[in-house]
């Protein structure tokens, strides 16, 4: 069923199409709940309306007083006009145009008067420490800085009184993207406001307009001219819902985001286009009787990030257990060579043991080799692409939240040099790419659809599979580690991994079990029970095995290594205290730090602006919230977060959850 449904989809999907689908998506400017939006979600459902696709556009309330579950809304924003001129003694200099550059402005931004506004320009260098501010009086001007947003507008206009806010920000990744390697393009910038912050205007200019800007200002006091014709108000923001209807009333989902300022053609017109393009490519097939009508529903959903995503999942938590499995297209047209990507396939977190990650390792077999080596035995596909770990950071998070229970995929092209820019332009997109991830991600959709109890065995086998190689990945880890270590060294590292190691074999023991039980929400149980049994034996015979040979390995190399699992050590103080504390979740979802933390005191506040720069801080503490299933204390989810993502600080993981609990997103029960 795989090889004949991926031969027919991939004969039929045409990169071509989609990139033509791109081409027009990046004429609106989509900012979240904005008419620029709306226009770009009406193009979307008549596009497949007229092409036969059951549709309907769900409008959602955009309003600072709603919330779905823990996440809050957002006010309709839209910008007839703005304009930001530098003032100097030869005259006025245009530096920010919005009706050129739809990136020029900070989006949402607040207006000024309506002839604009002429005030001094308080030139910083980050802007995004206090010590900045010491001896420099901002109030009532307008401050030009390079640091994180957020940061600048919390010192300079929440603290400070400024007015407004000029930035030259432009986010570096080493050794893909330094700030000068794109010395014209203008930083994707937003403001998210809730009730009570002070509104201010911003704006975006260039790198080189900002060292030029910089220049002058060691030489002269500087003034500019802002002219910004903007509102916010109470309105709607939309989720385009299109269906290939299946036999059955449960449903694959199909998720892409519809948002980003003009053009944004990579981010993420290109997964919206591939969504487009693979909903009319399954639809035809199927009429054709090419292909045959699936079991399930296929859905294709077209979002604001993240808020579209769960506004939809909360107008629907009465039918969650429905949706099957997800699949996010996000960031699937780079050209690779000129955006120095590669294809990343964003597992799901190991809190929600499923089938579909050893599922879509197993798809990519399928995937078309089309250059071979020198001898023509070994054949490769011309596209980069690498399976990771959950990292999170757009729709699939909150489908694959344990709490909602829809294991997704994400497919992105990571790292983009074009990233969130002013450059992500259509030139930047590759048909081939296109049509390599929209194949697969609609042999998956389609094949999943498909699924039914007599897959089962073949299905506990990928994941058993799956799971040895697991086991596997962390012994080769430990050798790679070992190779320049002296006995003494060795001794002890080779206890505490042997350790380690049993701690991950019954961890993902556990997790094949979970993974061949949650099998029943494709089609029911049958002997679910039976099979558990007899891959839980498979896999425990296996690794006894691999274990075995890891043992007799590091012996050899320290003849002192124990070989046995010590007695638990003594449970330190910070250990004892996480043992106690178990946080259970008030929604599901999601939750949104923003709506809250106004909720906290300064030095609340301040501690979580610190945890969330801690690196990798934002994915660890989705992983957390993951594991908080309202049973494991905040010890046991540590210990999780161990195996899962590596070292994590426990008495900052404890910190975050009371933080958590103080936000009223969580409470945490002591026993």
């Known amino acids: 069923m795989i090889r004949e449904s991926f031969e027919a989809i991939q004969r039929e999907y045409s990169g071509e199409r ?147 806010i000029v930035t030259d920000r432009l986010r570096e990744w080493p050794p893909v993207r330094s700030k000068m390697d794109l010395p014209d393009a203008l930083q994707y910038c937003s403001f998210w406001w809730h009730r009570g912050k002070r509104r201010c205007f911003g704006f975006v200019v260039s790198p080189r307009i900002g060292a030029r800007i910089r220049e002058l200002a060691l030489k002269k006091r500087l003034k500019v001219k802002a002219i910004v014709k903007s509102r916010m108000y109470d309105g709607t923001f939309e989720v385009v819902s299109a269906k290939i209807r299946g036999e059955e009333d449960k449903e694959v ?36 009787g090419k292909l045959n009508r699936p079991r399930k529903t296929i859905r294709f959903l077209f979002v604001p990030e993240i808020t579209g995503t769960v506004a939809f999942l909360n107008m629907n938590k009465d039918c969650l257990d429905s949706f099957v499995a997800g699949i996010n297209l996000d960031m699937v047209g780079e050209d690779q060579k000129i955006c120095e990507s590669i294809l990343m396939v964003d597992s799901t977190p190991y809190s929600l043991p499923s089938f579909i990650n050893p599922y879509i390792e197993y798809l990519f077999n399928y995937i078309p080799k089309k250059i071979s080596s020198f001898s023509e035995k070994d054949h490769f596909p011309l596209i980069r692409y690498e399976f990771i770990n959950f990292s999170g950071g757009s729709d699939h998070e909150v489908l694959s939240d344990p709490s909602i229970g829809v294991p997704t995929v994400s497919f992105t092209n990571w790292p983009d040099k074009f990233y969130h820019t002013s450059e992500d332009t259509l030139d930047k997109v590759d048909p081939n790419m296109l049509w390599y991830v929209g194949a697969i991600s609609s042999t998956l959709a389609y094949t999943i659809a498909n699924l039914s109890r007599r897959d089962y065995e073949f299905l506990g086998l990928l994941i058993e599979r799956y799971c040895e190689k697991k086991i596997d990945n962390i012994i080769e880890k430990v050798f790679h580690e070992i190779s320049n270590m002296n006995k003494d060294e060795l001794r002890k590292y080779s206890e505490e ?49 691999k ?85 494991k204390s905040v010890l ?36």
């Not at 245009?94 to 309506?114: E, H």
């Not at 050899?556 to 699992?565: F, W």
């Open 18 to 164: 989609a990139k033509n689908f791109v081409s027009e998506l990046i004429n609106f400017h989509r900012i979240q709940g904005s008419p620029g939006y709306r226009r770009a979600a009406e193009y979307v459902y008549n596009l497949l309306k007229k092409n036969g696709l059951e549709c309907e556009i769900l409008r959602f309330p955009a309003s600072e007083d709603v919330t779905f579950w823990n996440y809050g809304s957002f006010q309709e924003s839209e910008v007839e006009d703005a304009k930001l001129f530098l003032l100097t003694e030869e005259g006025e200099e245009k530096i920010a145009d919005y009706s050129v550059n739809k990136f020029s402005i900070v989006q949402r931004s607040a207006p000024t008067p309506a002839d604009g506004i002429v005030v001094d320009l308080a030139v910083l260098d980050k802007g995004d420490v206090e010590e900045e501010y010491e001896d420099v009086d901002v109030r009532g001007k307008v401050v030009f800085a390079s640091g994180d947003l957020n940061d600048v507008y919390s010192l300079a206009v929440e603290k400070g009184g400024a007015i407004g």
């Open 253 to 288: 989902i199909v998720v892409a985001h519809l948002c980003h300022p003009q053009p944004s053609a990579n981010d993420n017109a290109s997964g919206v286009a591939a969504a487009i393009e693979s909903a009319l490519t399954l639809n035809r097939l199927i009429g054709e």
């Open 497 to 545: 991994k042997i350790t380690f190691l049993k701690e991950c074999e019954e961890f993902w023991r556990e997790w094949l079990i979970k993974a061949i039980e949650a099998l029943s929400k494709i089609d029911g149980e049958d002997n679910l029970g039976e099979l558990c049994k007899y891959y839980e034996k498979k896999f425990s015979e296996s690794v006894n095995v």
């Open 547 to 631: 274990e075995e040979m890891f043992k007799e390995y590091l012996k050899r190399l320290a003849p002192d290594t124990q070989t046995k699992t010590e007695v638990a050590k003594k449970k330190s103080r910070i250990e004892k205290e996480a043992e106690k504390l178990i946080p259970k979740r008030k929604h599901p979802g999601p939750v949104d730090i923003k709506l809250k933390i106004n909720s906290l005191d300064d030095k609340m506040k301040k501690r979580v602006k610190i945890l969330m720069k801690v690196r990798g801080w934002r994915t660890i503490s989705t992983l957390a919230l993951f594991w908080a299933d309202g049973k």
């Open 636 to 671: 046991e989810i540590w210990k999780k977060l161990k195996i899962e993502y590596g070292h994590v600080n426990l008495r900052e993981l404890i910190e975050w959850f009371r933080l958590l609990e103080k936000m009223d997103f969580i409470t945490l029960e002591k026993i």
